[in-house]
């Protein structure tokens, strides 16, 4: 019988609201561990391995431990569910985040340069991480924490942002005219 990851989490929808039962996770577990590389509680965890258990497919990851993780573009989380996930100083420089479901996620003092975040969903920490590079493009981002990250050259073109940038300087070179939606507050903030 194979050993099964015994970490359980209310489910998330789309929205960042939780569901009425707790989900358990499906993924098998290598011994002596009692869950899924994923869940565990391990920092720097072997981008190898986060690349053998990462399937081809969209997958639902809530809570994933990544904290430290030096994964670079190594690992594809396009059109993943990542809510409540820690990458907290986790490397993901050129990853591909896009398309991803991310509510209440932790990604501060990540590198997240030039990190692909198209048409992701995000009410994120993003503090104190390096943005430079990043491309937005179409995502909505909801009350993202950008105090203390490094911005240059993001891109934000048809961007949806809701009470972003607490905090943080917005480069000079983004307009409002590449903004879908922005709110009046974080106009002024500029």
Request: with cysteine; glycine share 6%.
């Amino acid at each position: 019988m194979v050993e099964r990851c015994r970490h359980t989490f209310e489910h998330i929808d789309p929205f960042g609201n939780y569901g009425t039962k707790p989900v358990d996770c499906f993924r098998p577990v290598e011994s002596p561990y009692s869950k899924c590389i994923w869940h565990r509680d391990t920092y720097r965890k072997i981008a190898s391995e986060l690349v053998s258990a990462r399937s081809d497919y969209p997958e639902h990851i809530p809570q994933a431990t990544l904290d430290g993780c030096q994964i670079n573009s190594q690992v594809d989380f396009q059109d993943c569910e990542l809510s409540e996930a820690s990458f907290r100083g986790a490397n993901l420089r050129n990853c591909n985040l896009s398309q991803i479901n991310a509510i209440h996620t932790d990604f501060s003092g990540a590198n997240l340069s030039d990190a692909n975040f198209q048409e992701a969903k995000l009410f994120a920490n993003f503090s104190g991480s390096d943005l430079s590079g990043a491309d937005f493009r179409g995502a909505e981002l909801t009350h993202c924490n950008f105090s203390g990250a490094r911005l240059s050259d993001v891109t934000l073109g048809e961007t949806q942002l809701e009470g972003c940038f607490d905090g943080a300087e917005v480069p000079q070179s983004v307009s409002a005219a590449q903004l879908r939606s922005i709110s009046r507050e974080d106009l002024l903030k500029w």
